[in-house]
């Protein structure tokens, strides 16, 4: 049963543990892999926009890729555009996804065809391989500033295949202990700044 979601809290304005302000730019190094990710964020409130890039080298399961990503949300924080330039040795797709004032997905792929869903009334983005898009919902929901348990339906991208589906991730924050994680592809426990950015994410990433 999904928990009804509070109202969006306010962004705390506080300055990320590097001791930089907004505009500031966040880098994650993987774990176990050859990965990193790289993104500038502007904040105003809980309003974001960001350009990013996840760069891979070739792994046992994926070739090697440079996905790069625009993404605004409105001020509530909910995703309203997310453009992502996928780039493979072979060629270079694109990927579209918009939420209209309907709440209506607009989804248009790599081969210029367009959809339109509600993903279960989804209000964030989420894309594997990247801590940064975490952040979504844990700053939407204030989920950094209190204790609380969510099951959020997502628009969740695959990489580098840039398939897009629905799928659920729970939060559950537990204080200075981290907010516990579960989505497609881990069960684990993150840590996240005072302004809701994650710190370290336990076999995808961390913060450098």
């Known amino acids: 049963m999904r928990v009804t979601e509070p109202a969006p809290q306010p962004g ?38 960001a350009y990013g890039r996840i760069v891979s080298a070739a792994t046992s399961s994926d070739p090697a890729f440079s996905a790069s990503y625009d993404l605004v949300t409105d001020e509530t924080g909910a995703t309203k555009r997310l453009s992502l330039t996928m780039t493979l040795a072979e060629r ?43 952040a979504l919902p844990i700053r939407r929901t204030g989920l950094h500033q209190r204790t609380d348990s969510l099951q959020l339906p997502v628009v969740y991208v695959r990489l ?29 426990t993150i840590t996240v700044d005072d302004d809701g950015f994650i710190l370290d994410y336990p076999g995808l990433a961390t913060r450098i």
Request: proline share 5%; glycine share 8%; aromatic share 8%.
């Open 12 to 49: 705390t304005g506080a300055a990320i543990d590097a001791g930089g302000s907004w505009p500031a730019i966040l880098t994650w190094r993987a774990h176990d892999v050859p990965r990193m990710e790289s993104v500038r964020v502007q904040l105003s409130g809980n309003r974001i926009k």
């Open 92 to 134: 270079e797709r694109q990927l579209s996804i918009a939420r209209d004032e309907e709440g209506m997905w607009l989804v248009r792929d790599h081969q210029n065809q367009t959809t339109r869903a509600a993903f279960d009334g989804a209000l964030d983005v989420d894309v594997v391989f990247s801590p940064f898009f975490n």
């Open 160 to 188: 580098p295949e840039l398939s897009v589906r629905l799928e659920t991730i729970s939060y559950s924050s537990a204080g200075a202990n981290g907010i516990e994680l579960k989505s497609p592809v881990a069960e684990t």
